[in-house]
């Protein structure tokens, strides 16, 4: 069975940096893509960044385009996200989800309505000014 779990979150103050991980097991093969979402108290969850493992192709929401990176390790099976120059708007769960078939373009940027194969359990952001 797939299975995803996050690590790397805590609190930050406003310019800091941080790194999620994502480490998948279960996975046999790499044709598959993790994403990376966030949700607010009271806000909607965004996905902010998307990798396709296969190919490394990477994709990024317009409000952390520049500041985060998404970037894979195909030897451990996971998937990191390093956040910078973090914001306290940048504040919020932290989710990495994998989808064996829906692309990237799906995830970021779009108002499709998709949801990942897995689900990670989540690692929380705080970011103070």
């Known amino acids: 069975e797939v299975q995803l779990v996050e690590s790397g979150g805590g609190l930050v103050q406003a310019g800091g940096s941080l790194r999620l991980s994502c480490a998948a097991s279960?996975?046999?093969?790499?044709?598959?893509?993790i994403q990376w979402f966030r949700q607010a108290p009271g806000k909607e969850r965004e996905g902010v960044a998307c990798?396709?493992?296969?190919?490394?192709?990477?994709y990024y929401a317009d409000s952390v385009k520049g500041r985060f990176t998404i970037a894979s390790d195909k030897a451990k099976n996971t998937v990191d996200l390093y956040l910078n120059d973090l914001k306290p708007e940048d504040t919020a769960v932290y989710y990495c989800?994998?989808?064996?078939?829906?692309?990237?373009?799906?995830?970021?940027?779009?108002?499709?309505?998709?949801?990942?194969?897995?689900w990670g359990q989540g690692t929380q952001v705080t970011v103070s000014l």
């Open positions: 989800g994998l989808d064996f078939s829906v692309v990237c373009e799906s995830y970021i940027n779009s108002s499709y309505d998709v949801e990942p194969d897995y």
């Open positions: 279960g996975v046999t093969f790499d044709d598959y893509q």
């Open positions: 990798i396709s493992v296969n190919d490394d192709d990477t």
